[in-house]
């Protein structure tokens, strides 16, 4: 069974701090992906990352980056968190090949005050 | 701009019935159409795909209508059950890139 853990279910930070969201995959997946989820507006992608330090922009990169130094870790980052930051963030993986077929893991939600 | 567009956005069924989330899309490159459950507090995990050479594809109480002409697909739950209750996501994508998701379904089933 693939598992997909993510460090927080629930984290607060204030306005203009640096965030770090972790998720772990244990499938030896190559492609891992960064999404936040809000209501009426579905899952938008922010960034995926298909190999180890490589990284591709989604649908809505601005205000986040991330990094991948082991292929079984993958982390958004936020680097001075503002209000419209508050979200569910979810954080999901696939093979290379399948990459629509992916696994998610519970998601962080985020408040940022 | 919503590369797949669903509706509704929430939906109460009576236990027993059936329940109807329906899709569109534009774009003819999309050939893979999965859909997505997610309980509360849980990750959104799939649940059933098709792809657009068959028109239908049932997996137990699930089915996924497909209209290619039309652009559309449809999940059905059939006899549907309070565990039922989640929200659901349509999704689309193109040969093996990233998925496009729908805006989602909350569906409530009534005992």
Redesign the interface.
Known sequence: DVK?TQSSRYLVKRTGEKVFLECVQDMDHENM?WYRQDP??????IY?SYDVKMKEK?DIPEGYSVSREKKERFSLILESASTNQTSMY?C?SSLK???????????TRLTVT | Q?QVK?SP?SLIVQKGGISIINCAYENTAFD?F?W?QQFP??????LI?IRPDVSEKKEGRFTISFNKSAKQFSLHIMDSQPGDSATY?C?A?AG????F????TRLTVIP
């Open positions: 997909v992906f009426g507006l579905g899952l938008r992608l995926f989604g979810l999901a090949r399948t990459r629509y077929e992916q696994y998610f893991g519970p998601g | 919503q669903q956005q893979y999965p997505y507090g849980k990750g959104p995990a799939l795909a996501f999704a994508s093996a890139n990233n998925l998701f729908g805006t989602g």
